[in-house]
Nanobody, 128 residues
Framework: VQLQASGGGLVQAGGSLRLSCAAS????????MGWFRQAPGKAREFVAA????????YYADSVKGRFTISRDNAKNTVSLQMNSLKPEDTALYYC??????????????????????WGQGTQVTVSS
């Protein structure tokens, strides 16, 4: 599975952006997918995850109520709608996928560089 993230950019605080992650190659519909981010000098952190069916979602507390993850299995895409953006949301955002079927909270805590597919990252910068 190859993942291609897009949609990042520069936005003022309070603004919105929509990230997309397009999957190609071996079918992605059987994969749990999610978004992670990494700010300069900080560790990568979980943002949001969505189940294979798209019915179940899970968010980091820092983005809950502001971000919405969704997927379109017919188009092999996962999106992250980000509203009410804050300067602390500035980071490189990555999409990730693997075939682990588990509770999303467990999935989010056990995604690694080696057990998942990763996109190349898209930069989100929020100015104050």
């Amino acid at each position: 599975v190859q993942l291609q993230a897009s949609g990042g950019g520069l936005v003022q605080a309070g603004g919105s952006l929509r990230l997309s992650c397009a999957a190609s190659g071996r079918t992605s519909t059987g994969n749990t997918m999610g978004w992670f981010r990494q700010a300069p000098g900080k560790a990568r952190e979980f943002v949001a995850a969505i189940s294979r069916s798209g019915i179940t979602t899970y968010y980091a507390d820092s983005v809950k109520g502001r971000f919405t993850i969704s997927r379109d299995n017919a188009k092999n895409t996962v999106s992250l709608q980000m509203n009410s953006l804050k300067p602390e949301d500035t980071a490189l955002y990555y999409c990730a996928a693997n075939s682990v079927a588990s509770a999303l909270q467990y999935w989010a805590a056990h995604v690694t560089e080696t057990n998942s597919y990763w996109g190349q990252g898209t930069q989100v910068t929020v100015s104050s």
